[in-house]
């Protein structure tokens, strides 16, 4: 299979695509998670078709049927649960589902004496056998956090599962138990006690040891979660961090996402030669790498080899967010991928801005009446700030966060103050002719991190509530009308997403399919301020840099954005602490963006 991908002289390069993941996998987990269906079918409905052999379940055990019914119901909602590990070539849901499947084919035997279902269950363990091999990947990162969220959610799917299992009997039921007394019963059962609905005959114990089962289950899982061996998610030691910043010392200059490669809370992969890097982290099983990779561009190839390789090992998802032209080439050529543009970049050359000029009007006045009313501005490098300054920035950026769950990935360096971060740049706003706050006369911040020895990149901005409206803009001039003296000649702004659809589908000629595209962009604006981002950025007269996405294929898009807007923090799968608990556990916590504040990192 074949494409083609824009080179920067607006030739396209023809490049040949890597095989696609083998469908066995996939097919696998899918025929578990029907097995799963109709062993849990088996358990609730056990007479759903007129059993030949009733003649020889007389003879039999009168507890072996209930037994059964449990067994067949507990191996159909494990094998739910491992059809999602199958499809990712997961090692450990190959083995639990090779011993399962024996399992619930003996309880299909046993309890509803079907030769069919026997063979369903083997149809699935040979070709589980036979292709052994393609399940090799390893476990994913892990916290504590998933065996409560296990425990939710089996807790919720079992009493609606058990309440199919006790109304799945009318005939049998004694009386007419009213909503209430069959969940009641449900309760109970999941503990192993029993409830106050009566049935007649046998189907009484059937439908106890069938509760029983799923608290069981419940149970297990959870116990297994919460005390398995622990595989923290990886993150930078102190080694791949200096190494790290000596490769942006010598091709820093390259990107100017190169430094948001040395958040914390990211992995690593190096080249085998230790001259280029690539950053990423695991967000619902997608490899999510952001930026080009760092360090020669020669031997980016081997890099991105390690982290292709990586990504196959544990079955993840590989995608790069935010990654430029020449990025984007390289990762297509070497790996087969796609490639889509995403948005563009806005960066301000600093020779070319000025505040004089029609186009630039608003910013002026807006700047100048903020001036007026009494605020100052300082522009320093973090190193040139004493600590209890940037300790009291660190509580501000912190207090006026205004939302529970940081921001930030893929253009987020998570911290502020750090002692290896001296050549960050922070802009600060101070009013003092105000009695002052907490934090002193300290009313806005904007903190920059470097891009080469002569840019900067725009991380993170915060303001206090209580100050005039504009001081992003005013923070913005004022760093670049001090970045000369900085040595600075090119400030890069943010990301702005979909820029050019905004752009071109509010122009006369705009085709109606462009228009419509516009305007459901505008829609979204509302929650992820796609539009508002690119306006403010615009005001500034910048040069628009192209940012793309690669994946795989179409199919993994939602997934990969699901991803990428969980790391980013707009989406929160997670159990967050209390505010007091995480500035106690964590006094210099990553400050990125808040989107109300028109953060200029949104992605």
């Not at 055990?61 to 199958?86: D, I, K, M, T, Y």
């Not at 230790?274 to 561009?297: C, F």
């Not at 790996?335 to 000029?357: I, K, P, Q, Y």
């Not at 100048?368 to 660190?394: C, F, N, P, S």
Request: aromatic share 8%; with cysteine; net charge positive.
């Amino acid at each position: 299979m074949s494409g083609e991908v824009p080179s920067r002289s607006g030739r396209a390069r023809r490049i040949v695509r890597g095989p696609r993941p083998e469908a066995v996998p996939a097919l696998v987990g899918r025929a578990c998670a029907v097995v799963g269906v109709l062993d849990i079918a088996a358990g609730v409905f056990p007479r759903f078709r007129h059993s030949r052999m009733h003649a020889i379940a007389e003879v039999l055990p009168g507890s072996l049927g209930p037994f059964a019914a449990a067994l067949s119901l507990s191996v159909g909602v494990l094998l739910l649960l491992l059809a999602h590990g199958l499809k990712r070539r997961k090692r450990r849901a190959w083995r639990a589902a090779v011993a399962l499947l024996p399992a619930g084919a003996v309880s299909q035997f046993v309890y509803r004496h079907s030769v069919i279902g026997v063979l369903i269950s083997l149809a699935l363990f040979v070709p589980l056998v036979i292709h052994r091999d393609e399940f090799r990947a390893l476990p994913d990162p892990r916290s504590r956090w998933r065996a409560l969220a296990n425990f939710v959610l089996m807790s919720a799917g079992s009493l609606a599962l058990g309440l199919v299992v006790v109304s799945a009997h009318p005939k049998r039921t004694i009386g007419d138990p009213s909503l209430a007394d069959r969940l009641t019963h449900v309760l109970y059962g999941l503990f192993g006690f029993e409830g106050p609905v009566d049935y007649e005959g046998s189907t009484s114990w059937t439908v106890a040891f069938s509760l029983g089962a799923l608290g069981l289950i419940t149970a297990v899982t959870t116990i297994y979660l919460a005390f398995r061996p622990e595989h923290p998610a990886a993150h930078l030691t102190e080694e791949d961090e200096t190494q790290l910043r000596a490769l942006l010392e010598k091709h820093g200059a390259r990107d100017s996402l190169g430094h948001f490669a040395l958040r914390r809370d990211k992995a690593v992969v190096f080249s085998p030669s230790g001259k280029a890097a690539v950053t990423y982290r695991v967000v619902s099983g997608v490899m999510l790498a952001s930026g080009d990779p760092i360090g020669d561009v020669e031997a980016w190839p081997g890099a991105i080899e390690r982290f292709m390789d990586e990504a196959k090992a544990h079955s993840w998802t590989p995608a790069v967010m935010g990654c430029s032209e020449t990025g984007g080439e390289v990762w297509t050529r070497e790996t087969g991928l796609d490639a889509l543009e995403l948005g563009d970049e806005a960066v301000v050359d600093v020779a070319d801005f000025s505040l004089a000029g029609r186009a630039m009007r608003n910013v002026r006045q807006m700047v100048k009446r903020i001036e007026r009313a009494g605020y100052e501005t300082r522009v320093r490098r973090i190193r040139d700030l004493g600590d209890a300054e940037l300790e009291r920035i660190r509580r501000a950026a912190e207090d006026w966060r205004g939302t529970d769950t940081e921001r930030g990935f893929s253009m987020a360096l998570g911290r502020i103050g750090d002692p290896s971060d001296g050549d960050c740049l922070i802009a600060t706003a101070h009013k003092t002719d105000e009695e002052p706050g907490p934090y002193g006369d300290l009313k806005a911040i904007l903190h920059f991190v470097p891009w080469g020895t002569d840019g900067v990149s725009l991380d993170l901005m915060r303001r206090d509530r209580s100050a005039d409206p504009g001081m992003n803009e005013l923070l913005i001039v004022a760093a670049l009308q001090a970045a000369p003296k900085l040595g600075v000649t090119r400030i890069s702004l943010n990301f702005a997403m979909f820029r050019s659809a905004l752009a071109r589908g509010e122009k006369i000629g705009a085709g109606p399919v462009l228009r419509a595209w516009r305007g459901l962009l505008v829609f979204l604006s509302r929650w992820f301020q796609i539009e508002s981002l690119y306006k403010f950025n615009a005001k500034f007269q910048p040069r628009w840099e192209p940012r793309f996405v690669v994946y795989r294929a179409p199919g993994d898009l939602p997934r990969i954005g699901f991803a990428a807007m969980q790391a980013e923090g707009f989406v929160n799968l997670a159990l967050p602490l209390p505010r007091f608990l995480r500035r106690t556990a964590a006094p210099a916590r990553p400050c990125t963006h808040h989107a109300a504040e028109r953060d200029v990192r949104a992605a």
